[in-house]
């Protein structure tokens, strides 16, 4: 084998497991503890999510606000869900997937603001 052809095999065999990494899908189904921070101070929901292929759904949960279902969306790492408070306003999610177990990202409290947000897999 020549060492051009050598090196070739050899930077084939390491580009494979990079590729293999990025081609895997992630998969955010589970109970998630967030925290919210805003400019009043942090809350802390349990987010509930069900993934089926690239649809989102699940709870919000908090004190404040009780039980609110949602809907929305997955695509490579990043993923957005929206729900509607009691009080009418839709709050939607804006997130990337930092590692298997943990995620982050921004919130938009319908054109009223804003915040940030963190997430870690509970179960």
């Known amino acids: ?11 084939a065999a390491l580009a494979a497991p990079v590729a293999l990494v ?7 189904t589970g109970t998630w503890a967030f925290a919210v921070v805003t400019e009043n101070g942090t809350g802390t ?5 069900k993934q089926q292929g690239d649809s989102l759904s699940g709870t919000y949960e908090s004190g404040r606000m ?25 709050l939607t999610f ?21 915040a940030t947000f963190t997430g870690e897999r509970k179960r």
Do not use: H
């Open 94 to 114: 804006t997130g990337v997937l930092v590692n298997a177990n943990s995620v982050k990202g921004d919130v938009d409290f319908g054109g009223q603001g804003g």
């Open 1 to 11: 084998m020549t060492s051009r052809l050598r090196s070739a095999v050899v930077a």
């Open 66 to 90: 009780g039980i609110i279902p949602f809907k929305g969306t997955v695509k490579d790492s990043t993923f957005t869900f929206a729900l509607n408070t009691g009080g009418g306003a839709t």
């Open 45 to 49: 929901p349990t987010v509930t999510i």
């Open 22 to 28: 990025a081609q895997r899908a992630i998969d955010l």
